[in-house]
């Protein structure tokens, strides 16, 4: 493992908060990319305010996956950032690539932000078992941010109304 700059860590810990912080790195390309998916192929009613708000989604997801790889980085790892691996180690379900409809959309873009929060709150649950708050309160960031992005995408729902 390369250097770390991170020394009140064991080796074990930060190995295994490397792994952590690269899983949930797959999770936000995979979110990152669906967020675009919806963005490019969303029609309807209240089309131009959803599509502008799906780029902002999708900076704050970036965001989130910098500040994820460049900890990986901080702890002695390698971010695993590539499109091909987070294809393989997401564990968000695949998202619809033949829906067009706002309402579909939506629904489809807040089953996948409930379930990375469920992934995110995991990661800080076991970067606060292995001591590491400074990964724990990177995630807490991560997952503040996505849970505002899921309440201003569930919002438009005519369900929300």
Request: proline share 3%.
């Given at each position: 493992m390369p250097q770390s700059f991170v020394p009140y860590l064991k080796e074990n810990a930060r190995k295994d908060m490397v792994g952590v912080l690269n899983a949930r790195l797959a999770d936000t390309?995979?979110?990152?990319?669906a967020v675009k998916q919806a963005h490019w192929n969303l029609k309807g009613r209240g089309f131009i305010g959803v599509h502008e708000l799906l780029d902002d989604v999708a900076d704050h997801l970036r965001d989130?996956?910098?500040?994820?790889?460049?900890?990986?980085?901080?702890?002695g790892g390698l971010a695993q950032?590539?499109?091909?691996?987070?294809?393989?180690?997401?564990?968000?379900?695949?998202?619809?690539?033949?829906?067009?409809?706002?309402?579909d959309h939506i629904a489809a873009?807040?089953?996948?932000?409930?379930?990375?929060?469920?992934?995110?709150?995991?990661?800080?649950?076991?970067?606060?078992?292995?001591g590491d708050e400074g990964t724990a309160d990177l995630f807490?960031?991560?997952?503040?941010?996505?849970?505002?992005?899921?309440?201003?995408?569930?919002s438009n729902s005519p369900k929300s109304a």
């Open positions: 390309i995979a979110l990152t990319n989130g996956a910098d500040l994820m790889a460049e900890r990986a980085a901080i702890l950032g590539t499109v091909e691996v987070a294809a393989k180690a997401s564990g968000l379900e695949p998202y619809p690539t033949d829906i067009t409809e706002i309402d873009l807040v089953d996948r932000f409930g379930a990375y929060s469920t992934k995110l709150r995991e990661a800080i649950e076991a970067a606060d078992e292995a807490t960031e991560v997952i503040r941010a996505a849970d505002k992005d899921a309440w201003f995408i569930g």
